[in-house]
């Protein structure tokens, strides 16, 4: 192979590379927001209306690592059902707490915009509820 053939291999390759690289979603897109962390790291994964999938994941000391791909086709819809099935019900069942865990973090669940008037459900101390909602959600991310 002559060095030319070689270097439009390497252009060929690269150029393919970007293709696969998927787009940031705009602001206006609707997103479902789930999060959690605390002193020592935090990870948040964020499902956009358009099918894109962010994933941060973060340890203390070290720089946070982003990940944006395609997530499957329906997956924000059924984030949203979770939401609208079970948001407003994990609200009202997170229980409060005298004070806050400070060595806990906080986890989170947000939609932007709302979701059947689900917006955010949070607690700063281990909650059921809480745990249970973040998890449905999450599970939306590997039904077929």
Known sequence: MTRMHSSLLVVALLLSA?????????A????ITVSTGSFFGSSSTQIYADGTLISTNAS?????????????????????AVLAAKGAA??????PHAQQ????????V?????VA????????????????????????????
């Open 18 to 26: 970007c293709d696969a690289v998927t787009p940031e979603p705009s």
């Open 28 to 31: 206006e897109t609707a997103v």
């Open 60 to 80: 203390a000391g070290k720089p946070p690592v982003r990940v944006v791909q395609h997530a499957a086709p329906g997956t924000y819809a059924k984030a949203a």
């Open 90 to 95: 994990t609200r009202r069942a997170i229980k």
């Open 101 to 108: 865990c400070l060595d806990y973090g906080l986890d989170q």
């Open 110 to 114: 947000t939609a932007s915009p709302p």
């Open 117 to 144: 008037g689900f917006d955010l459900a949070s607690s700063a101390c281990p909650d059921e509820a809480m745990a249970a909602l973040m998890s449905h959600v999450l599970a939306t991310l590997s039904q077929p």
